[in-house]
């Protein structure tokens, strides 16, 4: 009877705990709709390649990546990524990577994969630098085997000859083996400079059987020559635009500059840089700030030009304090840097209108990277006495060099120009640390200039458009004042493109004798690219072509300027044309 008793107490009991869970309070009510709470954190579950240098691209597969904020390897941020969907982020590896777990970052959190990534690190270059590293190496060569090794013996006094026999051959060539893969960037070639290469072409391979072009000129040629046994030597040296990684350098040796054999009397090959050709510029550091400056007057105030301050300038005046009319900086980096933007802070009341910036890894050899001669600014900050304006060149790609030369014609005022500082800039393109050049898309031998918008100083006729409208021997511009003492029109083509040629249909006896072209990127700071005389023979009622070739050059705002003319007809040009050819 007791047993009973207690089952039957035992059953109410557990009748009343079924009945309290279905209640609407508590436990698990079958008509309760609430929404699960799912886990938004990021996961991991794969990524492809599983090893990896620096650069590499790799795959991440998982979910709830499609609000990331970060993708880290082994804690060391990703040099980029790009979300692809919600399941795969394609992530690059940075050099500061090192082995560990891929990590992805959301709103919600971080999460790690389970298995690491396995970071290859390369080797540290050990290439020594200024030793020559073709000396005693071996040579094969396409001719005259007997004196190959004296191309790396490390003597000028004796010669490999391109001969055939005892007969000049036209062409020939060498490949110096460096026995490893090593870095470098400077080739010099010893000649005799009585029979040297007109013609010369340097190629490097790391396998011996691929090669590529780093050098190749044809108009090379020198005064600084020494006596080296029966040899007047001249040494051509050859700094390339970056180091190369390489085992075997290949010389083309073509048409010699007399009726003699060509002459190498040696080829040393050299590791100058001590980055290895590793660019080390920092971004967005002024690299001019307290560098050293040479110029052409007022020594005792060099120092302002890159001391940091726009408090104080650089004058250009004679030593009785008189302004001249011209003259010139030079910058001194320290080492071959990379840039693309030169900022020059000018007094306003004083500043030059033609201004030339030029560059070199030697300070021998300058190469101009721009000159304007229309710059202007109404943004002005007063600093001290001065009313500082700041002329920003941009130079759209990265250019190398060690020296910047500023060369200074025509102030604005009866003033001496005044120059306050100069900056230089390396700055990012957006695409990671290694700015890229984007492949030009410019189209070949089409006009750019066809139906885009133009400007003109004065017109006769009410639409300048008829320039650009693609006739050539009906429609046109006309200037209406025949006498103004110049003309201009600029196009604007709507977007940069990359060009060389310019051909303007002028009428008989209303044709420009002198025409300017200038470019500019922004529509306010040009550049000149090319300025020529034309005075064609042309029949009464004929149409003339004036063709404009120059350096290809990427721009947006075409402006051409033109000085002299038969005033007493004006100008008429039935069209302008703009080209990449």
């Known amino acids: 009877m007791k047993i009973i008793k207690r089952i039957s107490i035992l059953c109410l009991c557990l009748s009343y705990m079924i009945l309290s869970s279905c209640s609407d309070d508590y436990g698990a009510n079958p008509f309760d709709n609430s929404p699960f709470t799912v886990s938004k954190l990021p996961k991991v579950l794969s990524f492809e390649p599983i090893e990896g240098k620096a650069g590499t691209e ?28 919600d399941t795969t982020i394609k992530a690059i590896v940075s050099e500061k990577t090192t ?42 060569v396409s001719i005259n085997e007997a004196a190959n090794f004296h191309i790396t013996n490390g003597k000028y006094e004796n010669a490999w000859q391109v001969v055939d026999g005892a007969t000049p051959a036209a062409e020939g060539w060498f490949i110096i083996d460096l026995g490893d893969v090593y870095t470098f960037d400077n080739i010099v070639t010893a000649w005799d400079m009585g029979a040297y290469a007109t013609d010369y072409e340097l190629l490097v391979s790391e396998d011996g059987e691929q090669y590529t072009s780093v050098s190749h000129t044809t108009d090379w040629t020198t005064a600084n020559t020494e006596v080296s046994g029966i040899f007047t030597v001249g040494k051509q040296d050859i700094t390339l635009t970056s180091a190369v990684k390489a085992r075997y350098v290949k010389g083309i040796v073509k048409a010699c500059n007399s009726p003699w054999a ?82 020059t802070a000018w007094d306003m009341g004083a500043y030059a209108t033609d201004y030339e910036l030029l560059i070199s890894e030697n300070g021998d050899n300058y190469t101009t990277i721009s000159h304007t001669t229309d710059w ?39 003033w001496a120009m005044t120059i306050c500082e100069l900056e230089v800039y390396k700055r990012k393109d957006g695409s990671g640390d290694t700015p890229t050049v984007p492949e030009d898309t410019t189209p070949m031998n089409t006009n750019l200039a066809l139906n885009k918008p133009i400007t003109v100083s004065s017109t006769l006729y009410p639409v300048p458009q008829e320039a650009v409208d693609g006739n050539t021997t009906i429609s046109k511009w006309a200037t209406n004042d025949v006498n103004t003492a110049e003309h201009s029109l600029v196009i604007d083509l709507e977007q940069e493109y990359t060009i060389n040629n310019i051909d303007i249909y002028w009428g008989y006896n209303n044709h420009s004798i002198k025409t300017k072209v200038l470019v500019s990127s922004d529509g306010i700071n040009y550049t000149e690219c090319a300025s020529e005389n034309y005075n064609p023979t042309a029949q009464a009622g004929e149409v003339v072509i004036h063709n404009i070739a120059f350096n290809s050059i990427k721009t947006r705002y075409v402006k051409a300027v033109f000085t002299a003319y038969m005033k007493e007809w004006g100008l008429w040009c039935y069209e302008f044309e703009v080209y990449k050819r």
């Open 58 to 85: 790799v795959t991440i597969v998982g979910v709830n990546f499609s609000t990331a904020t970060d993708v880290a390897f082994d804690g060391k941020k990703a040099e980029s990524f790009e979300i692809i969907d």
């Open 99 to 140: 082995t560990g777990p891929i990590s992805v970052t959301n709103e919600k959190g971080t999460r790690a994969s389970k298995e690491k990534f396995t970071f290859i690190k390369e080797a540290a270059d050990d290439t020594p630098l200024d030793v020559n590293l073709a000396e005693g190496k071996g040579v094969t």
């Open 262 to 343: 060509m002459t190498v009397c040696e080829v040393e090959v050299y590791k100058r840089n001590a980055t290895g050709g590793e660019d080390d510029t920092p971004y967005d550091e002024n690299i001019a700030v307290s560098r050293s400056v040479t110029v052409s007057t007022n020594e005792a105030a060099n120092f302002h030009i890159t001391n940091g301050k726009y408090e104080n300038a650089w004058q250009v005046i004679d030593a009785g304090a008189s302004p001249m009319a011209e003259g010139w900086f030079i910058v001194d980096l320290g080492d071959v840097m990379s840039f693309n933007n030169i900022i």
């Open 376 to 414: 202007t600014t109404n943004n002005i900050e007063p600093v001290g006495v001065f009313n500082v304006g700041k002329q920003d060149i941009k130079l759209g790609n990265l250019v190398r060099a060690r020296y910047i030369k500023g060369i200074l014609k025509g102030c604005n005022s009866p």
